[in-house]
């Protein structure tokens, strides 16, 4: 993989040639769970270039780690079977202002002139107030704050209302599949579960309630993130309210009845 950095204006990207083999690829499409690990590293990447910074560790004012929490993502692939393994695509990705000490990346994925899908991240700032303790994670900013252009479309906009709206739901559908996170593997470096796990975990939802439906590739997926869960906490994937093929993940303590929604996804498949 080769990169180019540039700074225009108050817009921070780079523009990147990544050649495609069976970790890039899904059965059909691009394996959107190995894309959003990536992207969210190059998003974070961006953050630390808007600042100059050559490391992705940030602090705030009182010296605690800052991490940035993703509060929405979208994938959006309008070409599915238009790349093959050995393909070489070209990713430009860009960061911009998304209002509120909000920043949004903006990837786009190219096979030649043809866009075969785009990514959209929206994160904000976060830090542990207690150690190891995700219940106490709040809101707070890096010492250095990024002064970015406002990002080109509406996106911040709307994935702000629809986490409003979906936040106020209660109660949690008697159709649920049990999901049981794996620490090893859903959880990253910081004791967070880990924002691309969700995806995977929504396809285990779909698939546990529709079991004989049959397969087909994503068109586009939208993730709401409203808070995160501690190690050994387990997860019920549940339809979602008034849409077909949506989905949401509720979080439960062993031991306790009280469940609290943690994501919302909107879903369009082929």
Not at 43 to 59: E, Y
Request: with cysteine; glycine share 8%; aromatic share 10%.
């Amino acid at each position: 993989m080769t990169a180019l950095k540039e700074k225009i204006s108050k817009q921070v990207g780079r523009c990147v040639i990544q050649n495609v083999g069976m970790t890039q690829l899904g059965f059909r499409g691009l394996a959107e769970e190995w894309w959003l690990r990536h992207l969210g590293d190059v998003h974070w990447q961006l953050i630390a270039d808007s600042v100059g910074q050559n490391t992705t560790v940030f602090k705030d004012r009182e010296g605690r780690q800052v991490y940035a929490a993703f509060c929405a993502t979208e994938f959006d692939q309008p070409n599915p079977d238009h790349v093959d393994l050995g393909d070489t695509l070209t990713v430009k990705s860009t960061l911009w202002s998304a209002g509120r000490s909000r920043l949004q990346s903006i990837h786009a994925l190219m096979l030649g002139d043809v866009i075969v899908a785009r990514f959209r991240l929206i994160s904000t700032f976060v830090c542990h107030a207690e150690n190891g303790v995700n219940a106490s994670i709040s809101r707070t900013m890096p010492y250095l704050v990024p002064v970015l252009d406002p990002a080109p479309d509406e996106f911040a906009i709307q994935t702000s209302t629809a986490a409003r709206a979906n936040r106020s739901q209660k109660g949690m559908s008697d159709e649920k599949v049990l999901i049981r996170p794996c620490v090893g593997t859903d959880f990253n470096a910081v004791g967070l579960l880990y924002f691309p796990s969700f995806t995977r975990f929504f396809d285990q939802t779909e698939r546990g309630l529709r079991p004989l439906q049959e397969w087909s590739p994503v068109r586009r997926r939208r993730v709401l993130y409203f808070r995160n869960i501690e190690r050994g906490e387990e997860i019920f994937g549940t339809p979602a309210v008034g849409e077909s093929d949506g989905a949401e993940l509720w979080s439960v303590r062993a031991g306790q009845k009280k469940v609290k929604k943690i994501s919302h996804c909107a879903l369009q498949r082929f």
